[in-house]
């Protein structure tokens, strides 16, 4: 059975740091590249960050970079996104997504607040 499961969300305050992780199991993790998505409420789901399949790469996004960070373990079928520096607008849920050319998975998401 395949499954992805985001792990780590939670409420921090603003300057707050937290550590995200997505593990898969059920398939080739170490084949597939990921992406890491949020969606605020009223706001269209948004891409924060990308690794490809051995984690050579990544890619930040521009509100993001700086102060997040993707990396992976394929030995734990494991992708993290590391948080710091978290603001306010940060507040979301945070979806993992496992892509290839033929597949593409997703976890249900966790919730991150950064509230004072």
């Known amino acids: 059975q395949v499954q992805l499961v985001e792990s780590g969300g939670g409420l921090v305050q603003p300057g707050g740091s937290l550590r995200l992780s997505c593990a898969a199991s059920g398939f080739t993790f170490s084949s597939y590249a990921v992406k890491w998505y949020r969606q605020a409420p009223g706001k269209n789901r948004e891409l924060v960050a990308s690794?490809?399949?051995?984690?050579?790469?990544?890619r930040h996004a521009d509100a993001v970079k700086g102060r997040f960070t993707c990396s992976r373990n394929n030995a734990r079928d494991t992708v993290y996104l590391q948080m710091n520096s978290l603001k306010i607008e940060d507040t979301a849920v945070y979806y993992c997504?496992?892509?290839?050319?033929?597949?593409?998975?997703w976890g249900q998401g966790t919730q991150v607040t950064v509230s004072s």
């Open positions: 690794i490809d399949s051995v984690g050579s790469s990544t």
């Open positions: 997504n496992a892509w290839n050319f033929r597949d593409d998975y």
